[in-house]
């Protein structure tokens, strides 16, 4: 299963990632996450609420926070307002792995290599399908061939066949990133919405950790 | 409100009102639909149940099965397995249209002159999203422009651009079709798929007939 929140956490997580964290935990609320940092001071905590990092973070939902100096090494707790939350709802599905726009390619060859079902979640807010999310499931959803795709995918992979050739407007455009742009985060559109330039794939351990699986 | 079942109820109820038919009265359930003919033995019998006309019933849920000599001045009640339940959820709203790839333009042209926010229902097949019908809610969409559309629309859209030259094709990959062709009802499909031939707005009034919207 591989779970999508573009705009901005599973880009984010599997930049920190790559950036060599040793792992990232996704945690669903604010006070798990501070629980975590006075259990282990060493932690650095990351994430946002209302698209801002919360009271005593070490970095927000943004790429920009994370450079590599920072994260090497390290374990960061994470928590967003959307996409840690589709994290643990699934967080019990064997094999659950983190796909953005960035790592498509890399997740679905992994995916793809399992040889079962695979379900992609399209995290969207507030109950609704967010354009980002549905985007990059189709990028996924594309290395499968047509007959295997279910409706959803397919409506998912026409919406990345149209827009393939413009991934920046497309998520200019979305609803969440147009609150992005306004909050002066276009850098951030911009680092997401480059495709396949990663091919760090980020998945959930036994133990709740998110670590690159090994290719 | 719109609510869309493109294959086939929508399009084989705008077809039926389109050649005459007085008046449609969608019902949910067989026993109401049985029910209504017992009141007036006047009344046709139309829909589908696991895609075929039930015992007797006047006509299927084929455009094929309602010729004008058989609809003209007559009034029809109709029940699917999913179209109908759409309309029953949703029966309360007002101005409420039954929308198809057939009378996508007439549709939108009629929603957007009520100048309020528009809702337009994709029906979907056990709790998923159809490909077919999100299609069509991309062909109504696609008359708003892309500043008044949710990320739900414009995914419709992308759908709908995607596929706007090749709408047959689309319709026989979608999982809906595929099940219809093994039926022998691919000339369902291809009178599905002609987009924006029909004028004809079926909308709900307060006794529960589906009129055209005199325009």
């Known amino acids: ?30 006070e798990a996450a501070y629980a975590h940092k006075a259990l282990d001071s060493d932690i650095l905590l990351g994430g946002e ?10 970095g927000g939902n943004s790429p920009y926070d994370w450079p590599q100096d ?52 399209a995290s969207g807010s507030r109950g609704a399908p967010a354009l980002e999310d549905v985007l990059a499931a189709g990028a996924v959803a594309t290395h499968w061939p047509r007959a295997d795709r279910t409706d959803a995918a397919e409506i998912a992979c026409a919406v990345f066949e149209r827009d393939r050739t413009r991934l920046l407007e497309a998520l200019r455009h979305s609803d969440h990133g147009r609150d992005l742009v306004q909050l002066g985060l276009e850098a951030d559109l911009a680092f997401a919405a480059r495709l ?10 036994g133990d709740g950790w998110l670590r690159p699986v090994a290719r």
């Open 196 to 205: 396949d330039v990663s091919t760090v794939v980020p998945m959930l351990d």
């Open 49 to 58: 609420r209302k698209n801002q990092p919360p009271e005593g973070f070490d």
């Open 70 to 121: 920072r994260v090497r090494g390290r374990r960061v707790t994470y928590t967003t307002t959307n996409g840690t939350q589709a994290i643990e709802r699934v967080r019990e599905v064997p094999r659950l792995v983190l796909a953005a726009l960035i790592n498509a390619w890399a997740c679905a060859d992994f995916l793809r290599q399992l040889q079962q079902p695979t379900l992609i979640v």
């Open 1 to 30: 299963m591989a779970v999508i929140d573009t705009l901005r956490a599973t880009t984010t997580i599997t930049t920190i990632l790559e950036r060599g964290a040793m792992a990232v935990r996704p945690v669903a609320d604010l």
